[in-house]
Structure formats: structure tokens, C-alpha cells
């Protein structure tokens, strides 16, 4: 954050991606100049000490997430790549006319996968709807599911409606229907540290780069009363049990479905990042972000615009009346506020709002109550310019 000062900017898109702690960058560099190597692929010493410290990282990410075991933690590029991989293991468990069940608010990361693997296998996607507020219309979800259903897609916190969910009906639904689930945490994750145990969802995703951690590394919580479902989707290096010229067998979760060299680095920085977090007050920084976030909504509504949804949580899309949400972005950017405006890659739900696009303003928790300032500020004149 130290250059963004500097610089003169204000950093109001942490739902994008977040800026990050000096621990990250230190274990970043104390892994690249300790001497790489790559990992179970060798019997030196830097090889040893490359696997080590690779599965302690990845032993960190479970603990931090409470999952039962680290083997239940598939590593990946992030969200997106986590749910293309599922789409893609699982695609051997649907017949046609089985039905996806996915969130109205979704993420294109949670929602094109399975749209794509339904049209590929003649399936059916249905859509759960949102009440008034934003939030999943629980009754119509719980309703909608039934014996076709097959797989469930949800997220618990949106993008764009910055509003929580409740999953737990839902979730409860699914197990005693044995309907596969699916959570993309990639937001909520950041907010409130995840119990994956008690959650108790058959698959869980989050990319590290939006929770102060490295671009490019993400998981894939399996529980292991599925890992018998899941076929690989990538073949190649160290993710083999057995191979000749004519067939294949991959080794158990979570090294079959992490084919070739894994983002070694990215997962150790990862891991540091959680570490970091650990060391902070929970509580504290959820109250510290409820009075931004107050702060936030107030100040918009005072200046009468026009939200989307009643957001709950971080972040607020808006929209000024009579104004293009690209043009309102833009003259933030040019007093040096980074706020983002489009469809946020919810392009479905956009529409369904009628509502071309919107700003959204997003925090983490190093933001205060002069970044606010600063936004409103600028938020003033920039409304003046476009009056």
C-alpha cells in the first residue's frame, strides 16, 4: 500500500484483488533466493526441502480453512480454475435430462462452467432465484430442489449485491438428496474465515490473490466422500500411479488432479499470507469493516444513488442517476480513486436487474475512514463535471 500512497491513490477494489502484506512478499523472496527446486520429483536436498516446505503450505491452507486433512486441498491457479476442474471431474456423473442447480448472483466462474458442461451433456440449468433484497429465495431453492437435481452451485457472498447468504438450508437439502455441492468462497472467504467442517459442502473454492495473497493460487476443498468421483482433467507429470503407451492411472487426491509443477512459490507466500492473517483480531477487523461499510452506504445514500440490491458486507455497487458508470469511474480514477465499473463478470445478473452496468466500491482491511473521505470527495466533484 506503501507505493499507492505515494502515488496519491486510494485503493477502493479489494473485491478485484487485494494489495498485500510485507509477510507475503517476504516468504516470496526467501523462497526464490534460498535455492528452488521442484517438488516429489526428487531425491536431493533442495528437492527434499522444496516438497517440505510445499506441503507444510499446503497443511497451513487446510488448518486455516479447518479442513479435516490436507489432503482434501487441491491446489490451482484459483476460483475459475478450481470450478473449470470440477466441471470437468465430474462430468462422468451426469445423465441427461439431470438438472445443475446454480445461483442467480453468481460469479461468470460459478455459472459458465456449468452451463457449458449442461449444454455439452443436454442437461438442465436451472437458475435459483433472489427475493427483493438480493438475497437466495430460500423457500423457491429448497423447492426447486428434487430427484433430477444432481449438483448445486452457490456462492455464499456475491460480487456485485455485497449481500451474505444463508447456505445452510440449502446445503442440508442437497447432502439428503446426495446432490453434489459446490461453494465459491472467493469473496466470502475474505470476510469471514471459512469452517469447511462445518460447512460440511462436498466441494469449496477460493483464490488466494482476493484474501492478501499471491496472484495465480487457489484451492479445491474435496471432501472425501467424493474423491472416488473425480477424474482427472489434466494429465502429465508426478500426478501418474501407473502409465504405459496405452493407459493410465492417477495417484489419490490431491496430486492426481495437480499435473505438472505446481505454483511452488505462490503456495509457500500463501500460506506465510495466512499466517499473517492468524496473528490479527478477527473481530476487530470485522468491526473495523461493519463501521467502514456503514459509513460507505450512508454517504451514498445521502447523495441519493441508486444501489444495487441492500449490500450487507465490504463492498456497494451504484449507480448515479443519468450518468454511465464508466464515465463516474473514470473522473474517480483521475483524482486517484480505484474503484471498478462494468458488469463485475456477472454479466446474467446485470441484465436480469436491467441495469447496464454499475460502480462498485470495495473494501479490505487496510482501508479507513479517509479512504471514504477521499472517495466522497471525489465522488462530489465528479458528479459536479457530469451534472
Known amino acids: 500500500m506503501l507505493q499507492l ?6 485503493w477502493l477494489d479489494s473485491a478485484a484483488t487485494a494489495q498485500k502484506p510485507r509477510a507475503m512478499l517476504e516468504a516470496l523472496q526467501q523462497w526464490y533466493a534460498s535455492g528452488v527446486a521442484n517438488v516429489h520429483r526428487a531425491q536431493h536436498r533442495p528437492g527434499e526441502r522444496a516438497t517440505s516446505a510445499f506441503e507444510q503450505a499446503r497443511g497451513t491452507i487446510a488448518r486455516w480453512l479447518n479442513a479435516a486433512s490436507a ?9 475459475t480454475e478450481s470450478i473449470n476442474l470440477l466441471a470437468h471431474a465430474l462430468a462422468g456423473q451426469f445423465q441427461p435430462g439431470d438438472e445443475i442447480l446454480v445461483g442467480a448472483h453468481e460469479h461468470h466462474a460459478n455459472l459458465l462452467p456449468w452451463q457449458q458442461l449442461a449444454r455439452r451433456q443436454n442437461l438442465a440449468l436451472r437458475i435459483l432465484p433472489l427475493d427483493t433484497t438480493g438475497a437466495l429465495d430460500l423457500e423457491k431453492g429448497l423447492d426447486m430442489l428434487g430427484p433430477r437435481s444432481r449438483l448445486l452451485a452457490v456462492s455464499p457472498l456475491s460480487n456485485v449485491l455485497g449481500r451474505r447468504h444463508d447456505l445452510a438450508p440449502l446445503l442440508q437439502r442437497a447432502r439428503e438428496l446426495d446432490v453434489l455441492s459446490v461453494v465459491d468462497g472467493a469473496q466470502y472467504a475474505v470476510h469471514q474465515r471459512p469452517d469447511l467442517q462445518q460447512l460440511d459442502a462436498d466441494f469449496f473454492a477460493c483464490s488466494a490473490h482476493k484474501l492478501y495473497g499471491p496472484d ?41 488432479l495437480e499435473a505438472g509443477t505446481p505454483n511452488i ?46 449490500p450487507d458486507t465490504a463492498l456497494a455497487c451504484f449507480n448515479a442517476p443519468g450518468v454511465h458508470s464508466a464515465d463516474l469511474a473514470m473522473l474517480l480514477g483521475e483524482q486517484g480513486v480505484a474503484v471498478r465499473a462494468g458488469q463485475h463478470c456477472a454479466m446474467p445478473l446485470l441484465h436480469s436487474l436491467r441495469l447496464g452496468g454499475a460502480v462498485r466500491v470495495s473494501l479490505g482491511l487496510y482501508n479507513d475512514a479517509e479512504d471514504l473521505q477521499r472517495f466522497f470527495e471525489a465522488l462530489d466533484a465528479a458528479l459536479e463535471i457530469l451534472a
Request: negative net charge.
Open 5 to 10: 500512497a505515494v502515488d496519491g491513490q486510494t
Open 265 to 310: 512459490a505462490g503456495t509457500i507466500a500463501f500460506a506465510a499470507t495466512l499466517d499473517w492473517l492468524d496473528k490479527l483480531d478477527s473481530n476487530a477487523i470485522r468491526q473495523h469493516e461493519a463501521a467502514l461499510h456503514r459509513l460507505l452506504i450512508d454517504g451514498l445514500h445521502a447523495r441519493d444513488m441508486q444501489l444495487v440490491g441492500q
Open 216 to 256: 495465480g493460487i487457489g484451492l479445491l476443498y474435496a471432501h472425501p466422500r467424493r474423491h472416488a468421483l473425480l477424474q482427472p482433467w489434466q494429465w502429465g507429470g508426478e500426478m501418474i500411479e501407473h502409465c504405459d503407451y496405452h493407459s493410465a492411472s492417477a495417484r489419490p487426491l490431491p496430486l492426481g
Open 71 to 79: 489432503s482434501h486441498i487441491v491446489l490451482t491457479k484459483g476460483t
